[in-house]
């Protein structure tokens, strides 16, 4: 069933002006405005695979590609819904994921850790990266501390040279290193290395902003250094 947009609804779908800021309470229709915009653009020839749309988490795209994918099967006919392949609908860290993994062929084979795998690779590690060096007693608080800390430097987008000098400097660069050797990557690691990929080679930026003509992304009230510096590069 198709559901009657609100005047500022309307708005969203229709607007093409330029960028376009969207402040809505939960509930209001947010969701189902955004994906009519994408249909719409759908139904006015954009390429799918020219629009990448964001989410804060994996069950929020899920929720957003089955609205789009619904909305263009009304406006377009079912026969398109195949067409919608192309178009990437998730998370931050996916699509930071798939970059590197394009682009950037060290991170090819690279698994990602979860919370609860991280911190065991934290536990296993924790002396011969000497986390008690850091001043913090016991065996788990200073994992716990630690990896707050490595996310803060993600998400910040500080550089293992900023920290030199320091006893974290020493550990955080024996930790990059370990990921490294054993071919890991954490969530913050991810878009840290994706925007600094992107700063550093003009090619694999050109590459990933090549076709790229539209750009949603969901909560944004809530991104981080790291993801705005992401975002910016991208919708420059």
């Known amino acids: 069933m198709t559901v009657a947009l ?30 009519r915009r994408i249909a719409a653009l759908v139904g006015e020839s954009v390429a799918p695979d020219s629009i990448v749309a964001f989410t804060f ?26 067409r919608l392949s192309s178009m990437f609908v998730g998370t931050i860290h996916g699509y930071c994921l798939r970059l590197l993994q ?5 991170y090819g ?14 536990s296993r590690e924790h002396k011969r990266l000497n986390l ?28 293992p040279e900023q920290l030199d000098g320091s006893p974290l400097g020493t550990v955080y660069r024996e930790y990059l290193a370990t990921l490294d050797r054993f071919h890991f990557l954490t969530f913050g690691r991810i878009i840290h290395l994706a925007v ?13 902003r090549n076709g790229l003509t539209h750009l949603v992304v969901d909560e944004f ?3 981080n250094p790291a993801q705005d510096a992401l975002i910016r590069l991208l919708g420059a």
Request: aromatic share 6%; net charge negative.
């Open 6 to 35: 609100s005047p500022e609804q309307e708005h969203v779908v229709s607007y093409r002006g330029g960028h376009l800021q969207v402040i809505a309470c939960a509930g209001s229709g947010k969701t189902e405005a955004i994906s």
């Open 132 to 159: 008690a060096s850091l001043g913090i007693g016991g065996h788990w608080q200073p994992i716990r501390d630690f990896m707050e800390t490595v996310d803060v430097i993600s998400n910040e987008l500080i550089q």
């Open 221 to 223: 009230q809530d991104i």
């Open 57 to 82: 988490t994996e069950r929020a795209a899920e929720e957003l590609k089955a609205r789009i994918v619904l909305r263009v099967a009304e406006q377009l006919g079912e026969e398109t819904k195949g």
């Open 196 to 208: 600094d990929s992107l700063f550093s080679s003009p090619k694999i930026l050109a590459n990933v």
């Open 109 to 122: 084979d690279y698994d990602v850790l979860d919370p609860n795998q991280h911190a065991a690779l934290l």
């Open 102 to 106: 394009s682009y950037v062929p060290k």
